[in-house]
């Protein structure tokens, strides 16, 4: 298994436990690992019953985790734009640009950027550090919105780096008879600052398409729906160049089942299985049995010995 590794799937088909248990099994490996929740509903906190916050600690032997807190980092993220405006925009619009940036603030996709961003500097700065680091996302529409971020905000910000020089080379010409100078136009605080960011987002873009560095595992149950938004998923990331190598099949039924109710349950699930063979034919399938009980710090050793 590569490095870096998300966990995806759609919501309550126990991403969280499989994200835990492949940490657990991954230190016990001996690899320095660190467990990232970027769930809003952060359950990494009840499964290892410590309390996990914006700063790592560490649940065990070779074992870090941290959840971020997207709201927090959407706050962090907004302050880090004024704070650079300051720098850069005259005083005088500075107040009606602030407006625009509370507006922004509370705007769709503000806290995906925000997160995106705290990805991005865990990445960067962890990389070297730990032997695999883990990331237990939100659920599906969520993900895929995040991770094809590094696509669009590319995107995005060369065409404002492009603006930018052009507006500055355009002012050069009128104050110097036509003549631009190249190196001011790079060293323009704007550029600077927009240059650094395309930097660190093509820094995660290289990571996230490379399939030696990172892994995707999709978690789904053996249900209809689950194996729809799973395949709608796969094929989506896989048009951003991000393969998905190994998928979780959670909660499997028992063998030995007598109840009539069950029995009928697990026909059902074997068709299913038929279905996701069938429909990942290439991909890894990792089967996890239902527990009789909830997943916690005691068990999770459990399921670990399944990655």
């Known amino acids: ?48 019953e410590r309390n996990i916050g914006k700063e790592i600690i560490n649940l065990q032997n070779n074992l870090d985790a941290l959840e971020v807190d997207g709201e927090y980092e959407s706050k962090k993220y907004m302050e880090g734009v004024r704070a650079n405006l300051k720098t850069v925009v005259s005083p005088i619009i500075v107040k009606e640009i602030k407006k625009q940036i509370d507006a922004a603030a509370v705007s769709p996709g503000t806290e995906e950027a925000a997160l995106f961003d705290k990805m991005i500097e865990i990445i960067n700065e962890k990389y070297e550090e730990y032997d695999q680091i883990i990331f237990d996302t939100a659920p599906t529409g969520h993900t895929i919105r995040l991770i094809s971020l590094p696509e669009l905000l590319g995107a995005w910000l060369e065409t404002l780096i492009g603006k930018r020089r052009k507006a500055l080379g355009l002012m050069q010409m009128a104050k110097n008879a036509g003549k631009k100078n190249k190196k001011d136009i790079e060293e323009d605080a704007v550029v600077t600052i927009l240059k650094k ?40 990331l896989e048009k951003y160049k991000i393969h998905v190598d190994t998928l979780v099949i959670n909660r499997i039924l028992p063998e030995d089942i007598s109840d009539e109710f069950f029995k009928n349950k697990k026909n059902q699930e074997e068709g299913y299985l038929k279905e996701i063979s069938e429909s990942f034919k290439g991909k890894n399938l990792v089967k996890l049995p239902m527990l009789n009980s909830d997943m916690r710090a005691t068990n999770i050793k459990e399921i670990a010995e399944f990655f």
């Open 1 to 48: 298994m590569n490095k870096i590794v998300f966990f995806g799937g759609k919501g309550g088909v126990g991403k969280t436990t499989c994200s835990a248990a492949f940490a657990v099994a991954s230190a016990n490996r001996g690899k320095k690992t660190l467990l990232v929740s970027t769930d809003p509903a952060h359950s990494t906190t009840h499964i290892f």
């Open 197 to 236: 960011r395309l930097d660190n987002v093509n820094k995660a873009k290289k990571i996230l398409i490379d399939d030696k560095k990172m892994s995707f595992i999709f978690v789904l149950n053996a249900e209809k729906l689950p194996i729809e938004e799973t395949k709608k998923a796969v094929d989506t």
